[in-house]
């Protein structure tokens, strides 16, 4: 079983849309959680860590299940300029992050 | 604030060759990962350093990789002798040590063998 596994996608969508991508992970240690965006032929960026209680920047909201071991990141009222790919990665203290093979999505006009 | 700087931005070489790649890390950062990313395989952690220190180097394919980090602002990674079936983009990153703290990324070595 992967570490860290994501639907690949590619999500399709038009503008104005909500979007939501999920991740699982398998290590139960894990303690931090992250998602980071990677845009064509550019480095991975971090879009916005995760909390237990959840957490909300702006359209996009992250939540975390521990006990599933599951993470996902909701993106409202979606705009061209989030076509990207959006990649889950957790870590457990003092340990490289892993990150998953990342959540293509594609806004549309 | 500098971000992680690596270099060169690309490399085209043909097989055989040595191919030396250069990082160096945002100030104040004491961890630092050498990452492999290709379209099948997504981003790969090959090794890290806490403390100029190699902790976690299990994800290094082969002999022919090698990383050192001879202090805390400069790293390489070298190829020797290089394969086309090395050709990636191999990022560096750093970070802190604190808990929830995310990495950095630099621009990326694009890297194509002949």
């Known amino acids: 079983r992967k570490e860290v596994e994501q639907d690949p996608g590619p999500f399709n969508v038009p503008e104005g849309a909500t979007v939501a991508f999920n991740c699982t992970y398998s290590n139960s240690a894990s303690q931090s959680f992250f998602w980071y965006r990677q845009d064509c032929r550019k480095e991975p960026k971090l879009l916005m860590s995760v909390y237990s209680s959840g957490n909300e920047d702006g359209r996009f909201t992250a939540q975390l299940n521990r006990a599933s071991q599951y993470i996902s990141l909701l993106i409202r009222d979606s705009k061209l300029s989030d076509s990207a790919t959006y990649l889950c990665?957790?870590?457990?203290?003092?340990?490289?992050?892993?990150f998953g093979k990342g959540t293509t999505l594609s806004v549309s006009s | 604030d500098a971000g992680v700087i690596q270099s060169p931005r690309h490399e085209v070489t043909e097989m055989g060759q040595e191919v030396t790649l250069r990082c160096k890390p945002i100030s104040g950062h004491d961890y630092l990962f050498w990452y492999r990313q290709t379209m099948m395989r997504g981003l790969e952690l090959l090794i890290y350093?806490?403390?100029?220190?190699?902790?976690?180097d299990s994800g290094m394919p082969e002999d022919r990789f090698s990383a050192k980090m001879p202090n805390a602002s400069f790293s390489t990674l070298k190829i020797q002798p290089s394969e086309p079936r090395d050709s990636a983009v191999y990022f560096c990153?750093?970070?802190?040590?604190?808990?929830?703290?995310?990495?950095?990324f630099g621009d990326g070595t694009r890297l194509s063998i002949l």
């Open positions: 990665v957790v870590n457990q203290a003092g340990t490289a992050l892993i």
């Open positions: 350093f806490n403390n100029n220190v190699p902790i976690d």
């Open positions: 990153a750093s970070g802190r040590t604190q808990r929830n703290q995310p990495q950095h």
